[in-house]
């Protein structure tokens, strides 16, 4: 009885924290914080806010910035389609035409309407009225051609399309490199807030040019001025000098490649030291076609002599796949669909099986977490309390900078997927196997190839450690044809058909934050093709992942 | 080229796996010619700005409950999503067609999935935040 007090309580708190939340998360939003502003003609700005402003209007005025006396008023109308955006109309107290000035610093407080403070509180944007260009690369690291120079200030007129930068050396001799220039939005002379949107349906294009250098650069240096770019005072832009254009550092990785190698060594009691080397190169080519992506493979699983009773996989495989993500909702989060083209043999290139590989990755709900996923949401949800947008608000927070590498990162993660394919084909022609010490041959007759193929694959991660389990189950569906290598060295032809499963299981123990370079113990066990003998073997390493 | 078989049940399971190959590669074709007309729409989108274009194809990509802040990483917007696939490739390239299709007026493709930096899959990446995003889109399209 004493308890249902409490539970009232708790819940009118509640009921309340509800119903005034959004009230207090109005309170607390500013209606405008300037992050940006667009010089467009002496007397027209268009402001960028942090905050989404659509259907805002308001009133401001304009001072010098050491000197607070108004010398004009600001009519404030929200930026069509750009939501962030505000276009700020001036007119001079004392009518002059021509308010905002080349090399003039400006103070614009203002006020909005609606706001979502009682009463209204003013923001305020600093305007310098200077030919400041910053310049930011486009590319990736690799291929550092693509500039883009940003000014506060509009450009009336661009180069054209082929163009020449300008560069300063340490000497102070100019160079001309040759380049193409893309400049979206040329301000004319005459326009108006009304016709603003049209000329600039992006206002972040205002005041901004993309130059391509005709080729890559080897030394950094500093740009000086593109010739026959114009600023909207109708002047030519010279660039500041704190802005620099870098060469292109070597590529991190080959296009987005996917790089893999596992080199390992293995020893047992009365054996002959043994290496295996696990590598796998599939680089994507191209772009993405009706969704597919293109994907030449290349992978080997071989090895040199043997721990007794003990062979390796010894398979190599050469191919292409092209694989498309389709994403749904519900149960199953998406079907990686990857049709594929495998030739199959090994070391000795005495096999040729050449198959259809279709194959089918399911991801299911909540079983992909993995410990960088978790982290990354650990991360935003800190990030909501630092930034104070988390709801509902904290009281009087004052914003502070976090970053991913502020946060520490998750304990733990798991991934959980699983795969259906089928390998269809067949050994191309009948083949001589012979055997790896003394001169025994056997004939490989040639077969026909039908597999279902199953896959299971989880990861658990712990700090740097995981553990990574794949297990692929075969059920071979016609008689395969295959040589057995006895311990005498003699060779005897089997026949392998229905099941054969084969699971690797690693330990890995990542040596750096990123899970690049890796110290690997695997146990492999089971039955892999082409060959199907009999694998159990234990091997640690060194794993190399890109 | 004649082909024998052994048993019987060896021609079945040859013939099922053969038909069930071009079944799957028949729905995948099925799957990847749905496309949503946008039709009178594309004349309007053309009047907003790039920026809010992008911001709206983000916020759909990762179902996000607000539209992400120019500052924010990618990855960390895909991660709170309630999508549970991996970043790079699968949502990357989800990611491209999406845009592919919002930008579909445009003479070049305004971004490939492969410009998305990702720290262990793809470090040579340009593009990290919602801003990058933004400024390769404006780089690259070309209204026709």
Not at chain 1, 200 to 207: F, T, W, Y
Not at chain 2, 120 to 129: L, R, Y
């Given at each position: 009885m004493k308890i249902m007090p409490q539970k009232h309580t708790l819940f009118f708190s509640l009921v309340l924290v509800v119903a005034v939340s959004p009230l207090l998360s109005a309170g607390d939003t500013p209606d405008c914080t300037p992050a940006d502003y667009k010089i467009v003609t002496t007397s027209l700005v268009a402001v960028q806010c942090k905050e989404e402003v659509p259907g805002t209007t308001g009133t401001g005025h304009l001072t010098l910035s050491d000197n607070p006396i108004p010398i004009g008023t600001a009519t404030i109308i929200p930026y069509p389609h750009a939501r962030q955006w505000l276009i700020v109309s001036l007119l001079s107290s004392n009518g002059a035409t021509e308010l905002l000035l080349p090399g003039k610093k400006y103070r614009l407080p203002f006020t909005l309407s609606p706001s979502h403070r009682t009463p209204p509180t003013p923001a305020t944007i600093d305007i310098s009225v200077d030919s400041t260009i910053l310049v930011s690369p486009l590319d990736s690291v690799g291929t550092q051609t693509r500039f883009e120079f940003v000014s506060h200030l509009g450009y009336r007129q661009g180069p054209g399309d082929f163009c020449t930068l300008q560069t300063e050396n340490f000497d102070r001799r100019l160079r001309s490199l040759s380049a193409r220039c893309k400049l979206d939005t040329p301000i004319p002379p005459t326009i108006t807030a009304e016709s603003l949107p049209r000329l600039?349906?992006?206002?972040?294009?205002?005041?901004s040019l993309f130059v391509t250098l005709n080729n890559d650069k080897n030394t950094q240096e500093i740009p000086y001025a593109v010739p026959g770019l114009l600023d909207v005072f109708g002047n030519l832009v010279k660039i500041d000098t704190k802005g620099q254009i870098a060469p292109g550092k070597a590529p991190a990785s080959k296009d987005a490649a996917d790089y893999y190698l596992n080199f390992n060594h293995s020893a047992a009691t009365g054996s002959k030291p043994a290496w295996t080397l696990y590598g796998k190169v599939a680089p994507s080519l191209g772009g993405l076609h009706a969704g597919f992506q293109f994907k030449p493979l290349a992978t080997a699983d071989v090895g040199q002599n043997q721990i007794t009773g003990i062979k390796y996989a010894d398979t190599i495989d050469f191919g292409a796949s092209v694989s498309r993500i389709f994403e749904f909702n519900g149960l199953l989060q998406g079907l990686l669909v990857s049709p594929g083209v495998t030739y199959e043999t090994d070391k000795e290139f005495d096999r040729h099986n050449l198959m259809a590989t279709p194959d089918l990755k399911f991801y299911f709900a909540h079983l992909y977490n993995p410990q960088r996923r978790r982290s990354l949401q650990k991360f935003a949800r800190e990030l909501q309390i630092a930034q104070c947008t988390v709801q509902p608000p904290i009281p009087n927070c004052t914003p502070i900078p976090w970053t991913v590498e502020n946060s520490k990162p998750a304990l733990w993660g798991y991934v959980f997927d699983m795969h259906i394919g089928a390998e269809l084909g067949g050994a191309l022609k009948d083949t001589t196997v012979k055997a790896s010490v003394g001169n025994a041959t056997q004939l490989l007759p040639s077969y026909k190839i039908a597999r279902f193929v199953p896959v299971v694959h989880s990861v658990i991660e712990f700090q740097r450690f995981s553990i990574d389990e794949s297990l692929t189950g075969r059920y071979l569906g016609v008689t395969e044809n295959t040589v057995f290598e006895s311990k005498d060295h003699s060779l005897h032809l089997l026949k392998v058909q229905g099941w054969r499963a084969y699971s690797v299981l690693t330990g890995a123990y990542n040596l750096d934050p990123t899970g690049r370079f890796a110290l690997t113990v695997s146990y492999k066990n089971g039955f892999s093709p082409p060959q199907f003998r009999r694998i159990n073997v234990v091997q640690t390493g060194i794993t190399f992942k890109y | 080229m004649k082909i024998l078989f052994r048993s019987p049940q060896e021609k079945a399971v040859v013939v099922i796996s053969a038909l069930s190959t071009v079944t799957l590669i028949c729905a995948a074709f099925f799957l990847v010619a749905r496309r949503p007309n946008l039709g009178p729409e594309m004349k309007r989108l053309k009047l907003m700005s790039v920026h809010d274009r992008v911001i709206d194809v983000v916020t759909s990509w990762a179902t996000a409950p607000s539209h992400p802040a120019d500052t924010m990483q990618l990855e960390v917007v895909w991660s709170t999503s309630r999508h549970d696939l991996p970043f790079y490739p699968e949502a990357a390239q989800l990611l491209e067609q999406q845009m592919k299709d919002e930008f579909?007026?445009?003479?070049?493709?305004?971004?490939?999935?492969?410009?998305l930096k990702d720290p262990?899959?793809?470090?040579?990446?340009?593009?990290?935040?919602v801003a990058d995003l933004v400024r390769l889109v404006r780089a690259n399209y070309e209204p026709q």
């Open positions: 600039a349906p992006s206002p972040e294009s205002i005041g | 579909r007026d445009s003479k070049n493709a305004v971004m490939h999935y492969r410009d262990t899959q793809n470090p040579g990446g340009s593009v990290s935040t």
